[in-house]
């Protein structure tokens, strides 16, 4: 399985950006994902996922200002982002498989892609 990242960039604070990721290869298993990030010197974060059921969970710092979504006929994940603020930069990676009902992160990670929101 590969993911695909894309939408990363620049924008200026107060800002939107949505990152997008695609499955491709053998994603009949694939049904959950989500979205990390890590920024410089800071341990990687769960900034949203969504399961099995449709059930989402957010970082507490992007609540009210991100949103997931995902189409699971496409195997894709994507994170629309308001009102960005500076620290929100980060490589943000995707991460998606199968929900085994054991947490919030899944078998396959994407490339990381670069959302860096100036002041």
């Known amino acids: 399985?590969?993911?695909?990242?894309?939408?990363?960039g620049l924008v200026q604070a107060g800002g939107s950006l949505a990152l997008s990721c695609a499955a491709s290869g053998n994603t009949y298993s694939i049904n959950a994902g989500g979205w990390y990030r890590?920024?410089?010197?800071?341990?990687?974060?769960l900034v949203a996922a969504v399961n099995l059921n449709g059930n989402t969970k957010y970082a507490d710092s992007v609540k009210g200002r991100f949103t997931i979504s995902?189409?699971?006929?496409?195997?894709?994940?994507?994170?629309?982002?308001?009102?960005?603020?500076?620290?929100?930069?980060?490589?943000?990676?995707?991460?998606?498989?199968?929900?085994?009902?054991?947490?919030?992160?899944?078998?396959?990670?994407?490339?990381?892609?670069?959302?860096?929101?100036?002041?």
């Open 38 to 45: 890590q920024a410089p010197g800071k341990r990687r974060e």
């Open 70 to 119: 995902r189409d699971n006929a496409k195997k894709t994940v994507h994170l629309q982002m308001n009102s960005l603020k500076p620290e929100d930069t980060a490589v943000y990676y995707c991460n998606q498989g199968p929900d085994y009902g054991m947490g919030w992160e899944y078998d396959y990670w994407g490339q990381g892609t670069l959302v860096t929101v100036s002041s």
């Open 1 to 8: 399985v590969q993911l695909q990242a894309s939408g990363g």
